[in-house]
């Protein structure tokens, strides 16, 4: 053994929960993590990267799929296709969010939507690591509960049963996760839309028509879109 491991004086680690108290000097651990860039620098360090085209799989899902990811640049969708050959988009994820950390979201197909640069760790690891440093497992149960909070509003979007509130509610969803004053980028296809709001193409290019025409919205460069977000909330309170 070294001499640096037999050093008594080692400061111990703070937080640390690991069963094995001396495990963090033998191993990559993330007991002596105490801020979030520390944390932030940790993952990276424990992430490959991997960069991935426009609609390429990321992965194909299924009961032995252990791998997460963390975007850090570009769109994902994560989807569920039916027996007759349709789909449903679930869930978009946008740059600092997680997908894949739940085995229901591991058995949904993963694709992006845009050029993507992710991170990938095994769940598995990920998940030992959060139950070794509590800064860790905060922020992992943080990103549980941010997903769980994001398909309830899903639900609710699906719920409405006008579709042109439903496509300002993405809109202002979209906004929310990338946009930048009033503007925001929009790299998902029109199909990418209608099955992520739960209509058909054509339903949803009349209510862009709709918003557009009440200048809701208006076009300043391809796939970018001024948004006017007052006008959009009264639409969707049900004012506009």
């Known amino acids: 053994m070294s001499p640096e491991l037999n050093n008594t004086a080692l400061a111990e680690p703070v937080g640390c929960l690991c069963p094995d108290p001396r495990a963090w000097r033998l191993e990559d651990l993330p007991c002596t993590l105490e ?22 799989a990321i ?13 850090l640049e570009g769109v994902v969708r994560l989807v569920t296709f ?8 679930v869930r978009f994820a946008f740059p600092g969010d997680y997908f894949g950390l ?23 690891k990920l998940q030992r690591l959060g139950e070794c440093n509590p800064l860790l497992g905060r922020q992992l149960a943080n990103v549980l509960r941010a ?14 049963k006008d579709a042109r509130k439903r496509l300002a ?3 202002r969803f979209l906004h929310q996760n990338i946009g930048l004053g009033d503007i925001v980028s929009v790299p998902m296809s029109r199909s990418d839309i209608a099955d992520f709001v739960g209509l058909k193409i054509e339903t949803v290019s009349r209510a862009f028509g709709y918003l557009r ?28």
């Open 35 to 56: 801020t979030e860039d520390e944390s932030r620098s940790f993952l990276i360090r424990q992430g490959g990267r991997r960069t991935v085209g426009p609609n390429e």
């Open 59 to 71: 992965f194909a899902g299924g009961p032995t799929e252990s791998r997460c990811f963390r975007v």
């Open 82 to 89: 039916f027996p007759d050959g349709a789909r449903q988009i």
């Open 102 to 124: 739940t085995h229901a979201e591991r058995l949904l197909t993963a694709e992006a939507v845009s050029p993507v640069v992710l991170l990938e760790f095994d769940a598995g």
């Open 147 to 160: 997903s769980a909070s994001e398909a309830l509003d899903h639900v609710g979007l699906l719920g409405r």
């Open 169 to 171: 509610l993405f809109l």
């Open 213 to 240: 025409r009440r200048h809701l919205i208006d076009d300043v460069g391809r796939g970018v879109l001024r948004l006017d977000l007052v006008g959009l909330d009264l639409l969707i309170d049900g004012e506009g």
